[in-house]
């Protein structure tokens, strides 16, 4: 696997190893190509190379002495520092991998646990003095993959766990303040096992996602976006061989490549995901073609990628790219004008055409929109009269009551004012009664004085 790093002067660095040549590196410009430049006889086929922030080259290698080392050219002159040494091969460092972002070197890798033995996802900040390296999680085994992307000023890394007995794809993204992986999202949980996985990142941002899954002795091809929140898991293809799938964006349309079984396949979305073609053979089907890292570093790139299918020998060959660069992505490539004429037409047109059905498709929307309020206004207006019937109702109701309790206190007042008047009846004869017992002894006593 090398790695090709697209300079901002059009020139193509790779970074190579071999047993015959060792760890080196070859510049590849339109016309010829620079003579191999060797930076580690005693090499492995682990390495990674990158280019900082001012273009300069680096390459984080790991030699036969399991020593981790870390070249820089600058001003034609490579410096070469020992950042770890594991002179008795206690971690086995594999799957190397680093990247320059806001001026700082950030180094991934896989290595044992001395004290559990599990293999765990390593980060470390090649920050003098150095940081001690920060363990991000452990992994089911070395087959599976990681990916970590750099688009703009984000940093986004996808690996694979194990929780109990679920397969999980965990994203985690770089704080550039604290230099800490944060956990980011978890967009795929399955109980059948998750062998591989590959990210990309948009212009706009969103996040595409491709990842293999083992079911039933068949492996299945599967994709996923969070344009509006993650979407729902969508197979793509499906075969009895383990694929390692790339993904990357060119001129706006999204492709998937991979090599099945030595044939070279392709799929296709030129909405970004919405819809893919059918499955295709790619036109270039060499025996030589392998995985590659791929970075570019012109600022206004068509291409987005991290990793591409090609032939390393002079001149590289990208499959699937090479019969599409119209940009110079090969160096012996001249930009194709025409080619990109017709077709930045054609995009346009297509996106006129888009636009026009995304006003149709919004037309629909806000009439249905109007049809709901219009239903809604018209169950409120109902729901009102039938109130407001309700209202009157009370209110006659409640005028009948009124009505009786009126009547009720007319006739309450009535018994009071005959009550007083009865009593005053009573008390006028009580008094009556009263006179006459008191005359009543007088006139029998002045009967019996007569009688003397």
């Not at 990674?48 to 922030?53: G, K, P, R, T, V």
């Not at 950030?106 to 390296?133: G, M, R, V």
């Not at 996106?351 to 149709?360: D, P, Q």
């Amino acid at each position: 696997m090398a790695c090709f790093l697209k300079n901002p002067d059009g020139t193509l660095i790779m970074v190579n190893y071999s047993p015959r040549k060792g760890l080196y590196y070859q510049i590849f410009m339109d016309d010829h190509t620079s003579r191999p430049n060797l930076l580690l006889a005693n090499g492995t086929y682990e390495y990674s190379a990158f280019l900082d922030e001012n273009s300069n080259l680096h390459v984080i290698a790991k030699n036969d002495k399991s020593q981790i080392i870390h070249f820089q050219l600058l001003s034609n002159k490579i410096e070469k520092e020992i950042i770890l040494d594991d002179y008795a091969n206690e971690f086995k460092i594999s799957d190397i991998f680093a990247l320059s972002f806001k001026n700082q070197v950030h180094l991934l890798y896989y290595a044992d646990n001395p004290s559990t033995k599990n293999t765990e996802l390593i980060y470390q900040l090649l920050k003098k003095p150095y940081c001690a390296p920060v363990p991000l999680g452990e992994i089911p085994n070395r087959e599976i993959n990681f990916d970590c992307i750099r688009q703009k000023d984000n940093v986004l890394l996808s690996m694979i766990s194990k929780e109990q007995d679920d397969y999980t794809i965990n994203i985690k993204a770089l704080n550039p303040q604290s230099n800490k992986w944060v956990d980011f999202y978890q967009p795929v949980k399955s109980k059948f096992p998750v062998k591989y996985c590959k990210l990309i990142l948009d212009q706009s941002g969103i996040c595409h996602l491709l990842y293999i899954q083992e079911q039933y002795g068949q492996y299945q091809l599967i994709y996923k976006n969070n344009k509006e929140g993650w979407s729902n898991s969508h197979p793509l293809y499906s075969c009895g061989y383990f694929i390692k799938p790339v993904l990357f964006i060119y001129q706006d349309a999204l492709w998937i490549n991979w090599n099945e079984n030595g044939t070279f396949k392709s799929l296709l979305s030129v909405d970004m995901g919405d819809s893919f073609s059918e499955t295709i053979h790619n036109s270039i089907q060499d025996s030589g073609a392998s995985i590659h890292y791929y970075e570019n570093k012109l600022s206004d790139s068509p291409l987005i990628c991290n990793q591409l299918y090609g032939i390393s020998h002079y001149p590289p060959q990208f499959v699937l790219l090479y019969n599409l660069d119209m940009d110079g992505i090969h160096p012996h490539l001249k930009v194709n004008n025409e080619l990109k004429l017709y077709l930045t037409h054609i995009k346009k047109q297509l996106n006129i055409s888009v636009s026009k059905r995304k006003l149709e498709e919004e037309n629909h929307r806000l009439k249905d929109e109007l049809e709901k309020m219009t239903n809604i206004q018209m169950d409120i207006s109902h729901q009102y009269n039938e109130l407001a019937e309700l209202a009157r109702k009370i209110q006659e109701e409640g005028k009948k009551w009124r009505n009786l309790y009126k009547e009720a206190k007319s006739e309450i007042e009535f018994h009071k004012k005959r009550i007083k008047q009865l009593e005053k009846i009573s008390e006028a004869k009580i008094s009556t009664e009263n006179q006459k017992q008191v005359e009543l002894p007088k006139e029998d006593e002045k009967k019996e004085k007569e009688k003397i």
